[in-house]
């Protein structure tokens, strides 16, 4: 692909996503031949939560094994892409001058959801990285903002994606017994289809309240870091974006692993 990438917003799911085999490990794998190689990725992760916009700019960014309980094989990978201060300063320059006052910072390692999907996208690891925060007080309308704010990246050849997951409710988890391959119950597929069908048609004031617009928001988002994301790569694409949904699944029947592209 040349010119510009869409703007992405991937669902991450679980750390397990690389190890076991699923519908949605299998298309995130072939995504990033389809997208082709970008300059750099900068990416919102839900694992990155701050009361203000911050972004990593170590040149070599550390791992960071965000989760507790998995099997070895998880802590013992390795996702060694390079940083780029360079970038991270510009984006950070970009909120400020939006009225959204943003800092950098160092000693900031490569969370779960930033290296879980981009070591399927682009294993390869040789494409610049910079990982910007969410701010969950700060709510989606604040996340529009942010990505309209770096949608100029998309213009110098940088692949902006957001990274959550479409629906995230952990405590519901224990109802379906860990079964990766559980049926997700009506109140998953109601918001899903709702945010498909929303998205589709660029709404993006409904994405942005989200909290009283869509069936239960607050069952599938009992806290909104994984879903942020989302609006903020809507954002990045401009204020008349359309999404296309690229693809759909489900695991553990409450982890709806949605993607999006925004042109």
Do not use: C
């Not at 360079?86 to 969370?111: I, N, S, V």
């Amino acid at each position: 692909m040349s010119g510009q990438f869409p703007a992405l917003y991937v669902s991450h799911g679980s750390p397990m996503l690389v190890l076991e085999n699923s519908a949605a490990k299998d298309f995130l794998s072939g995504l990033g031949k389809q997208l082709g190689r970008p300059k750099a990725i900068l990416v919102a992760s839900a694992h990155f939560e701050t009361d203000s916009p911050r972004l990593s700019a170590d040149e070599w960014p550390d791992m960071i094994y965000d989760f507790g309980g998995f099997p070895r094989a998880l802590y013992e990978m390795d996702y060694p892409a390079p940083g780029e201060p360079a970038l991270a300063d510009h984006a950070a320059q970009l909120l400020t001058k939006a009225g959204l006052p943003a800092t950098t910072m160092k000693e900031r390692g490569f969370d779960h959801g930033t290296w879980v999907p981009l070591k399927l996208l682009y294993p390869e690891a040789d494409i610049p990285v910079v990982q910007l925060s969410v701010q969950p007080d700060a709510g989606a309308e604040h996340h529009v903002a942010m990505g309209r704010a770096l949608a100029p990246l998309r213009d110098e050849g940088v692949l902006v994606m957001g990274s959550g997951s479409l629906t995230h409710n952990l405590a519901q988890l224990s109802r379906y017994g860990r079964d990766p391959d559980a049926q997700p119950p009506d109140w998953v597929t109601r918001f899903g289809d709702w945010a498909n069908q929303r998205i589709a048609a660029g709404a993006v004031d409904d994405i942005a309240h989200y909290r009283e617009r869509a069936p239960f928001a607050r069952e599938n988002h009992p806290s909104e870091e994984h879903y942020l994301p989302l609006p903020f790569a809507m954002g990045a694409a401009g204020e008349s974006a359309r999404g296309r949904r690229l693809h759909t699944s489900h695991q553990y029947g409450v982890l709806m692993m949605d993607a999006y592209a925004f042109d």
